[in-house]
């Protein structure tokens, strides 16, 4: 199947408010295209691709259908782990973590004008290297307990507030956020909050997701 490349604005985007990740293990494949549209419907700006599969052909498929989804919607558009895959189907970025390939791997293949995000879990150490590397953002958690990532380490809301004294990059909260505690992280400096069951393992995403950008907006 011939692969269309999207061709984003050419202006970087800034992160910031609702950013949801859809995750294959969270949603099923006949709901990816369906799940993502209501999310973005409900005021997400930024929707990450994530799919540990070895299957290329799926993830390719899959993808490209986001990314041209996320093309006439407005939003910013991220492939998790894979650079080649975001370069591919014209992703505006790709997101790393810390077992991923080098920041600078793949600044080289996917040039300055693509966005690059790091995990930085609980440690503002990865989080100031990963800016002096070149990283346009950063996320930090799990910030709250969560059944999506219910083993990653924690992060307080001391180390975010710390990390954005120190930084200037934009910061994303990841892991066990919902409207009821979103307000916690945006007075501790966050930037934008990441959010995968709370979107998409329950019925309405759409709703879920007004309801997520509300708190954002409500500050």
């Known amino acids: 199947m011939a692969t269309k490349t999207v061709d984003f604005m050419k202006e970087m985007p800034i992160i910031s408010g609702l950013y949801a990740i859809i995750d294959t293990s969270v949603t099923i494949d006949s709901e990816l295209q369906s799940r993502a549209a209501a999310v973005l419907a409900g005021g997400a700006t930024t929707l990450q691709y994530r799919d540990k599969s070895r299957d290329q052909g799926k993830r390719r498929q899959q993808a490209q259908l986001l990314a041209e989804l996320c093309h006439d919607r407005g939003a910013t558009f991220i492939v998790n782990d894979d650079y080649k895959l975001a370069a591919i189907v014209g992703a505006q970025g790709v997101h790393l973590g810390e077992d991923d390939d080098q920041l600078a791997v793949a600044r080289a293949h996917l040039g300055e004008a693509k966005l690059i995000g790091v995990s930085c879990y609980n440690q503002l150490t990865l989080a100031t290297r990963a800016q002096q590397q070149g990283a346009d953002y950063v996320a930090f958690g799990r910030c709250f307990p969560s059944t999506t990532k219910p083993g990653e380490r924690y992060v307080t809301v001391a180390q975010i507030r710390q990390a954005r004294r120190q930084l200037t990059i934009p910061i994303v909260g990841i892991g066990g956020i919902t409207a009821g505690n979103t307000r916690t992280l945006r007075l ?11 979107l998409f393992s329950v019925p309405d995403s759409e709703i879920a997701a007004r309801k997520l950008c509300e708190q954002m907006e409500n500050l």
Request: charge should be negative.
């Open 188 to 198: 501790a400096g966050v930037d934008a909050v990441a959010v995968i069951g709370g």
